[in-house]
């Protein structure tokens, strides 16, 4: 809390009273906190990388006679770390795009159907290829939503791929989608390796990864979910996780239809 104190007085000198000012500054405190540790954080993860590629770069320009194996598994380790550059770099322009368009007016028409479909068809060689099975249930004509398609896009891969990326071969992934009151519904549904009670609740903070090494190795950068978290306050829905650890977890997303 702010405080000012100021005292008062008349034309004689003589004191009347006293005023005191309290502002309550702990919410603006804690936003200035998240900021700056977010800009830490960033600068932090854009860093490794960084770091990681100039010394390879560095070995391979001193080391003339180096072995043709090693010098292709170091443009590998150079490929990975750009990769991962380039993920961050394009999660935190989504971020910088999702503030600075918070509560647009949502004129746009999407279709949620055509949206989890178009999801599904994108993930179908990667299931493919770790052996997990997809399924989904789907209305068989459109729903519609006012919003942002672009940003639904992006909410839905994120769920669907998170499912996919947590989910060791021979898993099961599904998801469902259907009108529930007023609102359409979406559950992601996934055999994978669960979620903690006590992670549960931090998860959609931006960069908090259960398992760092982990995140890193299958390509995360722990933006996907807040990013998700951001969309969907946006568009005036809710978002929850049930999980349990090493059975698998369950994303219940809700969102009015227009
Ligand atoms: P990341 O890029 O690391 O996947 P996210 O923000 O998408 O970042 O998710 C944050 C963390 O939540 C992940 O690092 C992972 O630990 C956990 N997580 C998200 N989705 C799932 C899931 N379907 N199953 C298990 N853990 C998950």
């Known amino acids: 809390i702010d405080i000012y104190v100021a005292a008062l007085s008349n034309d004689l000198g003589e004191s009347v009273g006293v005023v005191v000012v309290l502002n309550d500054i702990s919410e603006l405190a804690y936003l200035e906190r998240v900021r700056r540790d977010f800009v830490a954080n960033a600068s932090h993860e854009l860093k490794t990388?960084?770091?990681?590629?100039?010394?390879?770069?560095?070995?391979?320009?001193?080391?003339?006679?180096?072995?043709?194996?090693?010098?292709?598994r170091f443009m590998g380790d150079i490929q990975t770390q750009t990769l991962r550059l380039s993920s961050l770099v394009t999660d935190l322009m989504s971020i910088s795009r999702l503030e600075t368009t918070?509560?647009?007016?949502?004129?746009?028409?999407?279709?949620?159907?055509?949206?989890?479909?178009?999801?599904?068809?994108?993930?179908?060689?990667?299931?493919?290829?770790?052996?997990?099975?997809?399924?989904?249930?789907?209305?068989?004509?459109?729903?519609?939503?006012?919003?942002?398609?672009?940003?639904?896009?992006?909410?839905?891969?994120?769920?669907?791929?998170?499912?996919?990326?947590?989910?060791?071969?021979?898993?099961?992934?599904?998801?469902?989608?259907?009108?529930?009151?007023?609102?359409?519904?979406?559950?992601?549904?996934d055999t994978g390796i669960g979620i903690s009670l006590s992670h549960q609740q931090r998860i959609f903070e931006r960069f908090y990864r259960v398992d760092k090494a982990r995140s890193r190795d299958l390509g995360g950068t722990g933006l996907g979910l807040s990013i998700v978290k951001n969309i969907v306050e946006k568009h005036k829905g809710t978002i929850s996780v049930s999980s349990i650890e090493n059975h698998g977890s369950t994303f219940t997303l809700l969102l009015p239809l227009s």
């Not at 989910?167 to 979406?186: C, F, N, R, W, Y």
Request: hydrophobic content about 40%; aromatic content about 2%; proline content about 4%.
């Open 102 to 189: 918070q509560n647009g007016v949502m004129t746009e028409t999407v279709d949620l159907t055509a949206s989890v479909k178009n999801a599904l068809s994108n993930v179908d060689n990667i299931c493919r290829e770790k052996k997990i099975t997809l399924s989904n249930r789907l209305p068989k004509g459109e729903m519609l939503i006012n919003g942002d398609k672009e940003e639904i896009n992006q909410l839905i891969d994120n769920l669907i791929g998170n499912a996919i990326k947590y989910t060791p071969s021979l898993g099961h992934v599904s998801v469902t989608l259907k009108a529930l009151d007023e609102q359409a519904q979406i559950i992601v549904k």
């Open 49 to 72: 990388p960084i770091t990681v590629i100039l010394g390879l770069a560095e070995t391979i320009l001193d080391y003339k006679d180096m072995p043709e194996n090693m010098r292709t």
